[in-house]
């Protein structure tokens, strides 16, 4: 969990510029864990191309019904894929917005949820907030998965944003601005 002085030092950074959060991100590393559920969403500067985000298609995960998933099946359209779990109060509190952009984008894109979590508890989280968009299992190997596509702390929430060309156009670690899925979105699909 990351300790009192380093949120201190987080909000500080947040305020000065992105630049140096990414440093003081890079800097925590060593004391986050995927248990952590950082304040404030950093947004790793990435180059839109179809190669950093082959781990992400090559990935499957199982579904409620315990049915691998492959995510090469969502190929084609833009999608943001968002690494979660129940604990965790930053991602709750995003959860409401990813069922608005699915509702109201959800022809055109996918949001999928890949939770690190148990299984029951996901069920039941998704039922109380009427969770409308694909959700995924998984653990160890959701954690890694997020750390080849630049969760460089293994923190939550993490969500990456991928256009209809599965190329990787922005990584976002921590909470998300109200509003911030919807306008990387929207651009990309048309």
Known sequence: MVNLKSWVLIEQMRKSSLTA????????????TAADSLPVAAAAPIAANEAAAQPLFAASFKDFDRQQQS??????????????????????????ELIALHKKFGTKMHVIGIAIDNTDKVRQFAQDH???YKLLLGSNDAIALSKQLGNSVGGLPFAVVVDA??????TLLGETPPGKFEELVRPLIG
């Open 71 to 96: 995510l090469a099946q969502y190929k084609g359209k833009p999608m943001v894929v968002y690494f979660w779990a129940t604990w965790c109060k930053s991602c709750k509190q995003e959860v409401p």
């Open 130 to 132: 009427q969770i409308n």
């Open 21 to 32: 959060l990414l440093a003081l991100s890079a800097g925590v590393a060593g004391q986050a």
């Open 165 to 170: 060309k599965g190329r990787i156009v922005k």
